[in-house]
């Protein structure tokens, strides 16, 4: 029975627009270091990045971003952060809250922070894989939650971390964490690293938007030996492993290696 290793990270949410906004929440991350695998077309989904709350009245949450789909696996898309508008979004993490809203559920991972209801309205960061979001504090606007490292490449990698939450001006916003966007300081909120899973960062003050969340990322790591493949943005070897990178949607198709041998060798003859 041949396995292999799989890496399925979705997209983060868009951080919300406004005074102090959320940062959008990371992506689902989850890793399997052994999963059953057959030679067979396998299909792949990537999620996108949510979009982050746009920079006109009324203020806007961050959408959701999508959910990843790799053999066998769903991972959930990040919550994107809260706005002017109410409560941040739930998701596998969920956004960061403004100071006049509640933070949604985390289903997956962590919750946003909250803010603070005193200028200069400091924002809560978005969720992280691997921690909450921090909240808001002071003239101090939360960081994202932090997010996951990996090495199913042979080099390790950060995914699904939370995005920065905004503040107005007199604050200092907060940061993205594994690519995650920053908040802005009455600015809007930056975009965050594509393929890593991470939240947008929130806006800062009135008709600033909130930044895009990082698209998501599907990793496959199979026995050199047991198959050849079709299919994937990048790929590579790690020791005895073959990964292959998908950054958007497509098809990995796994080719028996004896049978790919054994084709070769008839056209050969």
């Known amino acids: 029975m041949a396995t292999a290793k799989r890496l399925v990270v979705a997209g983060g949410g868009g951080g919300g627009s406004g005074t102090g906004a959320g ?22 989904t990537v999620g996108d990045g949510g979009i982050g709350g746009d920079d006109t009245a009324p203020a806007q949450n961050g959408t959701n971003g999508g959910d990843s789909v790799a053999l066998g696996k769903t991972s959930v898309g990040g919550g994107g952060g809260g706005s002017e508008a109410g409560n ?81 001006a007199g604050g200092t916003a907060g940061s993205g964490a594994a690519g995650g966007g920053n908040g802005g300081v009455s600015l809007d909120g930056s975009n965050a690293t594509a393929n890593t899973g991470s939240g947008g960062g929130g806006g800062g003050t009135d008709n600033t938007g909130g930044g895009t969340g990082g698209s998501g990322v599907v990793i496959v790591a199979y026995t050199t030996s047991e198959f050849t493949h079709t299919g994937g943005d990048s790929t590579g070897t790690n020791g005895s492993e073959t990964w292959v990178q998908f950054n958007s949607d497509g098809t990995l198709t796994l080719i028996d290696a004896a049978s790919s041998t054994f084709v070769a060798s008839m056209q050969i003859i």
């Open 23 to 44: 940062g959008g929440g990371a992506g689902e991350f989850a890793y399997d270091a052994s999963v059953t695998v057959t030679a067979q077309a396998y299909s792949i």
């Open 88 to 168: 941040s979004n739930s998701g596998a993490s969920s956004g960061g809250a403004h100071y006049g809203g509640s933070v949604g559920t985390a289903t997956a991972g962590n919750e946003g922070g909250t803010g603070v209801a005193s200028s200069p309205y400091p924002g809560g960061g978005g969720g992280g894989s691997s921690a909450v979001g921090v909240n808001g504090s002071g003239s101090v606007a939360g960081d994202g939650g932090a997010g996951t490292s990996n090495s199913i490449t042979g080099s390790s990698s950060d995914y699904a971390g939370g995005g920065g939450a905004g503040v107005r």
